[in-house]
């Protein structure tokens, strides 16, 4: 059955990641997605969140879905499926600004009921329908300029 509409415009979800160090070293990490019908194409991936000052990645929906069932994306993100489908991990690789790197491996069920979710929050490709474009160009004009 296709995810109903919802009438909730943001969405949370608590989960524990493993960040790959390295073949031998995995570290379990308190995490956090978040989903905005404001900002419709993307999902907020916080990890640390025990922390003061969490990492925030802001991730594509797009993206995120289509890496369920086979390698997605480029760039600063790209998303597979782990090897063993019995596994149940997807994996993200990340790229900062600033040459920071991240290999991340996350429950695939988990991942999966999230994405479901953000589709009662704004179905997939109904997120024009939900970006307020004379807010964005007005927050683009004016960044960076000093306050007044």
């Known amino acids: 059955m296709p995810p109903q509409r919802g009438s909730s415009t943001r969405l949370t979800v608590y989960l524990v990641l493993e960040v790959i160090v390295g073949p031998d070293l995995?570290?379990?990490v308190a995490a956090r997605l978040r989903y905005h019908a404001e900002d419709p194409y993307t999902v907020h991936l916080d990890n640390h969140i025990d922390l003061p000052e969490p990492v925030t990645w802001a991730l594509s929906r797009e993206t995120?879905?289509?890496?369920?069932?086979?390698p997605a994306g480029?760039?600063?993100?790209?998303?597979?499926?782990g090897a063993d489908p019995e596994d149940g991990s997807v994996f993200l690789s990340l790229r900062g600004e600033?040459?920071?790197?991240a290999l991340l491996r996350l429950p695939a069920g988990a991942l999966t009921a999230f994405l479901r979710l953000t589709e009662c929050v704004v179905p997939v490709g109904c997120e024009p329908e939900h970006v307020n474009l004379d807010a964005l160009v007005r927050r683009l004009l004016t960044e960076g300029e000093p306050p007044s």
């Open 64 to 70: 995120l879905l289509a890496g369920l069932t086979g």
């Open 26 to 28: 995995v570290v379990p």
């Open 98 to 101: 600033d040459d920071g790197a």
């Open 74 to 81: 480029i760039g600063d993100l790209s998303v597979c499926p």
